[in-house]
T-cell receptor, first 114, second 113 residues
Framework: DSGVTQTPKHLITATGQRVTLRCSPRSGDLSVYWYQQSLDQGLQFLIQYYNGEERAKGNILERFSAQQFPDLHSELNLSPLELGDSALYFC?????????????FGPGTRLTVL | GENVEQHPSTLSVQEGDSAVIKCTYSDSASNYFPWYKQELGKGPQLIIDIRSNVGEKKDQRIAVTLNKTAKHFSLHITETQPEDSAVYFCAATVGAGSYQLTFGKGTKLSVIP
């Protein structure tokens, strides 16, 4: 168990809908990273937050948005959903970009868009 | 941006044999190289990492080597066991302000009892 929690574990929804994925980092970790894992694209970085502020952006679509709250949990919002958004979504946390680089991954949320 | 190539995509070994997975990266500024193990239905688990100021690191049956000149790094697993069967990912990061990881495509390791 990495100490990173993600909810829900599974989501099945339809195109055009909106979903929110939640991540709680390990105790003491200030950074949260979101990654998408799909069969064709592999594991891809989406976005990073550090202590409530956006730190880096990767291949995140404009339809997606994220935020990190004062208690350091983070949410990834996807809307409107498309079939191609079906994937595993992971968050990872680390202590601090300026300190330890180690990222610890949560168990993921499996999103299925029908 | 960074690009990480990983080989082989699948690897089968007999229990007790060694397994080697190789990765190359493109950005010479990359300075941190973790390896993750992912079992079915689980998130990636960090198993070992190496920084650019080190050539080799070992942790029990697992070792990683880094050749900065050639821009490649490798994972070595000795005395493989059935529980080593999983998908292994290499990754790299430049680490300038953000340690976002660029991953290889993964290697599915099967250890045959």
């Amino acid at each position: 168990d990495s100490g990173v929690t993600q909810t829900p574990k599974h989501l099945i929804t339809a195109t055009g809908q909106r979903v929110t994925l939640r991540c709680s980092p390990r105790s003491g970790d200030l950074s949260v990273y979101w990654y998408q894992q799909s069969l064709d694209q592999g594991l891809q970085f989406l976005i990073q937050y550090y202590n409530g502020e956006e730190r880096a952006k990767g291949n995140i679509l404009e339809r997606f948005s994220a935020q990190q709250f004062p208690d350091l949990h983070s949410e990834l919002n996807l809307s409107p959903l498309e079939l191609g958004d079906s994937a595993l979504y992971f968050c990872a946390s680390s202590v601090d970009p300026g300190g330890s680089n180690e990222q610890f991954f949560g168990p993921g949320t499996r999103l299925t868009v029908l | 941006g960074e690009n990480v190539e990983q080989h082989p995509s699948t690897l089968s070994v007999q229990e007790g044999d060694s397994a080697v997975i190789k990765c190359t990266y493109s950005d010479s500024a990359s300075n941190y190289f973790p390896w993750y193990k992912q079992e079915l239905g689980k998130g990636p688990q960090l198993i070992i990492d190496i920084r650019s100021n080190v050539g080799e690191k070992k942790d029990q049956r697992i070792a990683v080597t880094l050749n900065k000149t050639a821009k490649h790094f490798s994972l070595h697993i000795t005395e493989t066991q059935p529980e080593d069967s999983a998908v292994y990912f290499c990754a790299a990061t430049v680490g300038a302000g953000s340690y976002q990881l660029t991953f290889g495509k993964g290697t599915k390791l099967s250890v045959i009892p």
